[in-house]
């Protein structure tokens, strides 16, 4: 072993012995680490999983840099793209799909959330709005977070499903909004329809729900991490650590009872010092991820969206490889599970 390689991975070892986390004396075994440092995009009043994993000790010793705030996956995407970032926030799985499709050098590495995250959340109008079905959606305005993201995918599947024509659709009028201006600018009859995160926005009443993903699709995956190839090739262990301990982070939302969960979340976001209102956690009830173990994706997380695309003419049959679009090679569940697997099929 070369010198300098020899005194680094003393100097990891050091490091994890110093930190006393239970996961420390694992990083000889995975191969010294490339980096301990993690950047990662926040997000106002919320904690990311990736903020769990490390309070939980799941990452150390790798250490996490917040470097600034996502508005939505498309943006945390590109905080990748340029190098700002080593993890996207979390990303609907069809933008991941559109973004692969263009070209980017990047890939989905575990999932984030699912369709039945929240039984609150949704797409919401007024009480006394006239608005009850897809049609009456035409000319319509309504709040989204970004452009190409679940919430206009989910809409434009959801006038779709209402018979209305290519030329129908595309006159619902698609207005960004901050997620936290969301309740206002509905309430202010500012837009006629407005997503409501986790439900944020009914506690006041005056509203009722249009629809919600899980309507329309079921139990799915809708989420998940992105991170370049470039950081996948040059920093493979490191990557690996991450990765599994957002996925034991993941396995301990499931396990652990709600009021543990709303109180690290809030002790994590006061920690932070950042002047920051915790409200929106209590409206919080889990990732959605129960068919998901680990957060291993499957090509049915991804495929339901080429398919569509392709129907919308925005992909040709046949351009997409899932095998570039997503990976599990980097989460250390996906031998396990595939080892379950071909135990239940023998």
Same mark, same amino acid.
């Given at each position: 072993? /070369? ?18 986390? =239970?996961?420390? !004396? !694992?990083?000889?075994? =995975? ?26 000790? @799941? ?7 917040? $470097?600034?705030?996502?508005?939505? #996956? ?8 340029? #190098? ?6 979390? !990303? ?45 959606? $035409?000319?319509? &305005? ?15 599947? @959801? ?6 024509? /290519? ?13 936290? !201006? ?14 409501? @995160?986790?439900?944020? #926005? ?48 993941? =396995? ?7 009021? =543990? $969960?709303?109180?690290? *979340?809030?002790?994590?976001?006061? &920690? ?13 009830? #889990? ?34 490889? *899932?095998?570039?679009? @997503? ?11 595939? /080892? ?7």
């Amino acid at each position: 072993m /070369k010198p300098a390689r020899f005194l680094s991975s003393i100097a990891v070892l050091l490091f994890a012995v110093a930190c006393g986390k =239970e996961d420390a !004396s !694992s990083v000889a075994a =995975e191969g010294a680490l490339e980096t301990l440092e993690f950047r990662h995009p926040g997000s106002p009043g919320w904690v990311t999983l990736e903020e769990l994993a490390e309070d939980l000790g @799941y990452l150390a010793p790798v250490k996490l840099k917040n $470097i600034g705030i996502s508005t939505g #996956g498309p943006q945390g995407i590109q905080m990748v793209l340029s #190098g700002d970032a080593d993890i996207s926030s979390s !990303s609907f799985t069809g933008a991941v799909v559109k973004v692969v499709a263009s070209g980017a050098p990047v890939t989905a590495v575990i999932a984030a959330y699912g369709t039945g995250m929240n039984d609150l959340g949704g797409y919401y109008v007024l009480e006394d709005s006239p608005i009850h079905g897809p049609r009456d959606l $035409i000319g319509r &305005k309504i709040a989204v977070n970004t452009h190409g993201a679940q919430m206009e995918f989910m809409l434009r599947e @959801y006038l779709a499903r209402g018979g209305l024509s /290519k030329a129908e659709i595309d006159s619902v009028e698609l207005v960004v909004v901050p997620p936290g !201006s969301t309740e206002q600018v509905l309430r202010q009859r500012q837009v006629d329809v407005a997503p409501f @995160y986790f439900g944020i #926005g009914t506690e006041r009443g005056g509203v009722r729900r249009l629809f919600r993903d899980y309507e329309l699709f079921g139990p799915i995956t809708v989420g998940a991490y992105v991170m370049s190839n470039r950081f996948l090739a040059e920093k493979p262990n490191t990557a690996r650590h991450v990765i599994g301990g957002l996925a034991r982070a993941i =396995e301990w939302t499931k396990t652990t009872p709600l009021e =543990e $969960i709303h109180a690290r *979340l809030v002790h994590i976001i006061e &920690k932070r010092q950042r002047n920051e209102n915790p409200g929106m956690v209590k409206f919080w009830t #889990g990732l959605g991820l129960e068919g998901s173990p680990h957060g291993l994706l499957e090509d049915q997380d991804f495929q339901i969206w080429v398919d569509w695309l392709v129907k919308d003419g925005q992909l040709l049959p046949g351009q997409v490889d *899932l095998r570039k679009v @997503y990976t599990n090679a980097f989460n250390p569940h996906a031998a396990q599970q595939a /080892k379950n697997t071909l135990g239940r099929d023998s």
